[in-house]
């Protein structure tokens, strides 16, 4: 046009524009109609018919072969007010081998289908539509306001007459307008898109679309302006961002990525509604079968409304830090009250030290050693305690009062017998035997072997957790970039399992608060490294001075499985935060890996505080947690229900619970050999036929008999239900396990005559009640990779905090802090007994 204007002037133009198109789509179509007519109409007589085409005018016409139709049409159009314009087509009567072609010319575009549209399904399944409606691309215009032609040219193939209807009207409501609801219909052959212009100052959009049907299956796409628009369900998704939805979708869309600063918002109803979890139709007879679609129109609302400013990111960061940073001070200002409290106890202590040396006496309370329940005889506690000379007994009495006997020497010590030495006894495997089978164990049984060899053992659980987190998060960050890369290059938003109605990108994240959201887990899990590491070098001092207290009294203190548990704490924020980057049930895995690590290294924790010369080796705990993960990798690839797996699975799960519970009961000592049914027969005859007699440990019994009850139930559950998210459930019978191993610790410990001290109580009060907290919004349940994209969206809500953290990220901020909460009841809990000796401290 600017060219037209150059060579002839504005004033030929405007008189003789109209005259001139009209002229050109003549003889544009006497030379491509044989083309588009095909070689049967060459030598034919073709009759081109013209008319000037109104809008809001219904034509009813007929076409043949021999017969074209070209309707002219214009319309002013204008930079200031866009307004659609949608072409309608009925035909009247169908001739499903010979088609009616519809070819729509504009200025920068040429729009062409067919009347009946064949659209395909899923195995070539195909359904046609007589009636159809499109609506026409809007070329920009430089012009304040300019007259655009275009012309909707009739043919057919056939020889007989096809009779259909032609519409063209204007879509007033063309330009979506902000936090304004718009209604319309769409189907598969009459979709709908419109247009919205960013306003001045605004950035980012978020597109929401809602319906009260769940079917049939739609199609929300956002695609830039320009020719043609893809509308279709057959070519939709090749440019631009796109989703499936049922009831509920939402897109976020950026200023950045338009360089119009405007975009269209697609609507198109698929043919079929497995990309929706709908139920799976017929498959066809014959091939070139028909199949009857049926109605599939669609009421849908839209509505876009403005996103997050930058202050709102601000704030959502700071607010994520504060509450960390918070724990920090915390821990900090507990810190200097123990410090400050200690210099006290000290001072008082040294002032006291005269009076039993002046005066020769020494005043035990008689309620300090604790005591089992009063069905424990005097005898069975004699038994199994070590005999004590009266000097020992002294020394014992001192140390129990809170004094310090610095001039002992280790080699004196109750719980001195080097590894190496034990170990070169010929009669070691029945003094193991001896000592390991006595009715009641006290820890000075179980802590034998030097703690220069254990302490050695369990910083491998450290170093081993290292090598994995590193060989294990690599590859994972790296696929999570491709996932990443990958959306934003083919604008697939089903790939991603995100709350839509909460996703605030930053970058090349699409949800950027769900990853913010975990740092809490990397923050907090430094924070519970550096309380372990300060205890260690306080409890390496004293072991340097030769203090009684740190040699003899108390829980032998092995801190290498503490630190094992804040580096998986670390780790679960960091996979947790690579999850979110792209959440999938292919990856899901990668935000339970260390979860399962977490369960693992608690019981395991648990147990080797009472037992800590048999707990497991580093090696052969990392080997099981590898076996489950590998389950859970199975579980999610194969475990949807298959029958077969579910089977085996429960069969593995109820023998290994059978064996776990053996070796728990008696200590290690047996054997899995030829011998060992004989051996069962023999115990069940001797023991509950012949003489009938209970369960030598009672406790350990009651214990593995709940403990096997609730695995055989969790067993059964899947078996039966054979639930979708293995990973889920395979997390859950860790938790339930280590839930009732804890629970068993802390009745037993208070059985035991021990105390809980206050700061320990605090921990168990203030960590069950974030945990009760965090489970309520865990359970939300805002996505889940279970089910199909479009149904997963169905639980999408918008953000309850600060316009930015939704319900999953505040389940992310409590459970890293009830995990934290629980890692220091772990290290807190036994601290009444440091003062305790050894051999006064029972096994359970």
Same mark, same amino acid.
């Given at each position: ?158 020889? /007989?007459?096809?009779? !259909?209807? *032609? ?9 979506? %307008? =902000?936090? @304004? &609801? ?43 302006? /320009?020719?043609?628009? !893809?509308? *279709? ?9 796109? %989703? =499936?939805? @049922? &009831? ?597």
């Amino acid at each position: 046009m600017l060219r037209d204007e150059i060579l002839f002037g504005s004033h030929w133009k405007s008189r003789y524009k109209k005259t001139f198109g009209v002229a050109a789509g003549v003889l544009l179509w006497l030379c491509v109609a044989p083309l588009a007519c095909g070689s049967g109409a060459l030598g034919e007589k073709n009759n081109v018919i013209q008319k000037d085409g109104e809008f809001d005018v219904t034509y009813n016409d007929t076409v043949t072969s021999g017969n074209q139709t070209i309707y002219a049409f214009n319309h002013t159009v204008s930079r200031t007010k866009t307004e659609g314009v949608r072409v309608s087509v009925d035909l009247l009567s169908p001739n499903l081998k010979s088609p009616i072609l519809f070819v729509v010319r504009q200025k920068q575009a040429v729009l062409s289908f067919q009347v009946p549209l064949i659209l395909r399904g899923l195995y070539q399944r195909k359904y046609p539509y007589n009636h159809l409606g499109r609506t026409l691309c809007q070329p920009p215009t430089r012009a304040a306001s300019e007259i655009q032609y275009f012309f909707v040219d009739v043919s057919t193939l056939s020889n /007989q007459g096809t009779n !259909y209807q *032609l519409r063209v009207s204007r879509v007033e409501s063309f330009t979506l %307008q =902000t936090e @304004t &609801k718009f209604s319309f219909t769409s189907s598969p052959s009459q979709p709908q898109y419109f247009k919205y212009v960013f306003p001045e100052g605004v950035d980012t959009v978020i597109v929401k679309v809602t319906s009260e049907m769940t079917f049939p299956c739609s199609v929300m796409s956002i695609q830039d302006i /320009q020719c043609p628009v !893809y509308d *279709l369900d057959n070519n939709v998704a090749f440019i631009g961002m796109y %989703q =499936t939805m @049922t &009831k509920k979708g939402a897109i976020t869309v950026q200023r950045k990525d338009f360089p119009s600063n405007s975009f269209y918002v697609v609507l198109v109803v698929k043919t079929e509604d497995e990309a929706c979890g709908g139920p799976l139709r017929f498959y066809p007879l014959r091939p070139d079968e028909l199949i009857d679609a049926g109605n599939r129109s669609k009421t849908l609302d839209i509505v876009v409304s403005l996103a997050i400013k930058s202050d709102v990111y601000v704030m959502g960061m700071l607010l994520c830090l504060g509450i960390f940073l918070s724990f920090y001070l915390a821990t900090l200002l507990v810190a200097c009250l123990e410090k400050k409290r200690a210099k006290k106890r000290e001072l008082f202590q040294n002032i006291d030290d005269t009076s039993p040396a002046e005066t020769g006496k020494i005043t035990v309370s008689p309620n300090e050693y604790g005591s089992l329940d009063s069905t424990i005889s005097s005898e069975a506690v004699t038994e199994s305690a070590p005999s004590l000379d009266s000097a020992a007994s002294a020394d014992h009495y001192m140390e129990r009062s809170g004094w310090k006997n610095v001039g002992r020497s280790r080699q004196e010590s109750l719980s001195s017998i080097e590894e190496d030495d034990y170990d070169t006894l010929d009669d070691i495997n029945s003094d193991k035997n001896i000592v390991r089978t006595k009715k009641y164990l006290c820890v000075s049984d179980l802590s034998r072997k030097d703690k220069r060899v254990l302490s050695k053992k369990y910083q491998i659980y450290f170093w081993n957790i290292a090598t994995i987190a590193v060989f294990y998060a690599l590859p994972v960050v790296q696929l999570v970039i491709t996932y990443q890369t990958v959306v934003n290059v083919t604008g697939n938003q089903d790939i991603c399992y995100y709350n839509f109605m909460c996703a605030h990108p930053l970058g090349a994240l699409s949800a950027f608060n769900n990853i913010l959201s975990n740092l809490g887990y990397v923050m907090l899990g430094l924070l519970f490294l550096l309380i372990v590491l300060k205890r260690d070098i306080v409890h390496n001092r004293a072991l340097a001075c030769n203090e009684v207290g740190a040699l003899e009294c108390g829980i032998p203190k092995h801190f290498g499985l503490f630190y094992a548990m804040g580096t998986a704490l670390m780790m679960e924020g960091l996979l947790s935060a690579c999850y979110h980057v792209c959440p999938n049930y292919t990856n899901f895995q990668f935000d339970t890996s260390f979860m399962y690590m977490i369960a693992g290294l608690c019981m395991l924790k648990l147990y080797q505080k009472r037992h800590p010369d048999i707990n497991a080796s580093a090696y052969t705990a990392y080997a099981c947690l590898a076996a489950v993960i590998f389950f859970s990798v199975l579980g999610v690839v194969f475990g949807r229900g298959n029958t077969v797996f579910w089977i085996v699975f429960s069969v593995i799960h109820i023998l290994a619970t059978l064996l776990l519970s053996t070796q728990l009961y008696y200590m290690g000592r047996w054997r899995l050999d030829s011998g060992v049914v004989r051996r069962m027969v023999y115990v069940v005859y001797t023991d509950c036929i012949r003489h009938c007699t209970g369960p030598t440990y009672i406790d350990r019994m009651v214990l593995l008999v709940m403990g096997n009850l609730v695995n055989w139930t969790l067993a059964a559950y899947g078996l039966i239900e054979r639930p979708n998210d293995f990973a889920s459930y395979l997390l859950a019978i860790a938790i339930c396990n280590l839930l009732l191993y804890f629970a068993f610790y802390i009745i037993m410990k208070l059985r035991s005559g021990e105390r809980i001290q206050c700061l320990a109580l605090v921990c168990i009060l203030f960590t069950a009640v974030v945990w009760g907290f965090a489970l309520y919004f865990f359970f939300q349940g805002l996505s889940t990779w279970q089910k199909t994209p479009a149904e997963s969206r169905e639980h999408n809500r918008d953000c309850i905090l600060l316009s930015f953290f939704d319900d999953h990220d505040i389940w992310h901020f409590l459970s890293s802090i009830a995990m934290f909460g629980s890692f220091l009841v772990l290290l807190t809990m036994d601290d009444d007994l440091d003062t305790v000796q050894r051999d006064k401290i029972y096994v359970f």
